[in-house]
């Protein structure tokens, strides 16, 4: 059953255009193909990449973020334990209705008002801090800036790079690069190291389509390999480097409070993004993966899959534009107050803020009480 599945999986029809098959690409006459097994190299790869991160956060980005930008850890209450408000908490909702909170009360013998107390405190612990945003935001920009600046370095002087005919002359032979290798593997490490971290990066709105992202991305990166789709698989990861580098460094000064530096690099992120994201990766690449080759030989499952990969990437992109469209309208009008995925900051704050001004509301009722029951004894 399981070598049937093999045998129909890498079946040289799913793979490759005409009568090519595997044996056609093994090394010789001094080209040298991609092979499947150049990837099982990615997973240590990405584990190095996640051990570097926690290394580069926890010494660089937090020494940038507390000394260069004044940035600090948040202190927050912390919630008490109760086993019957945690379960809750865990198994069913995070922001019960106002007859939960009811029933709640009565199980813990509490009020209404310290159930509510307790669920905002558990809430506001699971709220991801700004120094770990900012963490966060320049490990990726770190990473973005230098494939962006490698990638380039890559194919700047590829005559694919401007003339996208290129791409498959010569194709599906053509000969692996030590450029290409390094730029593919790096790239896809990178992202299975986003995937493995995934559950405790920050959480935004859109968790689900990054989700998808990282799974097309790596999926596309992958077939784009084995099919030796190699040359537009470069370009497809120089375009999205591109938009991506002021995107972190936009998030950045936001976190660090630099309003119009953020500002600036959001208006040009977004530039950026539309003229790569909408212009040129749906008008450039996915039209000359879908014309092109057809010059070149019969369309083949690989043909077809690989350009449903970027059909599935080009509705990611649109999605994001939205919510880039959403923040732009804000920022006109002047009502952005930082990342449209994520939750606010300043809500953890005003929570806290209340919960410590009811604290001196009640410290300073008690105080007004001794001082008049004191005044009375004096007298």
Known sequence: MLQTISDYFWWDRLWFPGNLTWTDFEDRDGLVFAKVSHLFITV?????????????????????????FGLRETVRLKASENIVLEKYFITRLKNPSQSDLEGLAKKCNWTVRKVERWFRRRRN????????KFREACWRFVF?????????AVLYDKPWFTDTLEIFHGFPKQTLLDSQYWYYIIE????????FSVAFDVKRKDFKEQIIHHVATLNLLAFSWCCNYIRVGTLVMLIHDASDVL???AKMFNYAGF??????????????????RLVIFPFWIIHCTWFYPVLFFPPFFGYYFFNA???????????????????????????????????????????????????RMRNGSATGR??????QRDH
Not at 125 to 132: A, D, M
Not at 144 to 152: C, D, K, P, Q
Not at 188 to 195: E, G, P, T, V
Request: charged share 20%.
């Open 259 to 276: 309003t119009t530096i953020c500002n600036s690099l959001f208006v040009l992120f977004t530039i950026v993004f539309i003229i790569t």
């Open 309 to 359: 990969m970027l059909i599935v990437l080009q509705m990611l992109h649109i999605f994001w534009t939205y919510l880039i469209l959403r923040m732009v309208k804000k920022f006109i009008f002047g009502n952005m107050v930082g990342d449209e995925r994520s939750d606010h900051e300043e809500e953890e704050e005003e929570e806290t803020s209340q919960e410590e001004g009811d604290q």
């Open 44 to 68: 240590p790869y990405a584990v190095a990449f996640m051990v570097i991160r926690y290394v580069f956060e926890r010494f660089i980005a937090t020494h940038i973020g507390k000394k260069i």
């Open 247 to 249: 995107l972190e460094s």
């Open 144 to 152: 973005y800036l230098s494939a962006f600046i490698g990638g380039f």
């Open 370 to 375: 001794y001082l008049g029951q004191k005044s």
């Open 125 to 132: 612990q699971e709220r991801p801090s700004v120094l770990k």
């Open 188 to 195: 896809m490490s990178f992202y299975c190291s986003l995937l």
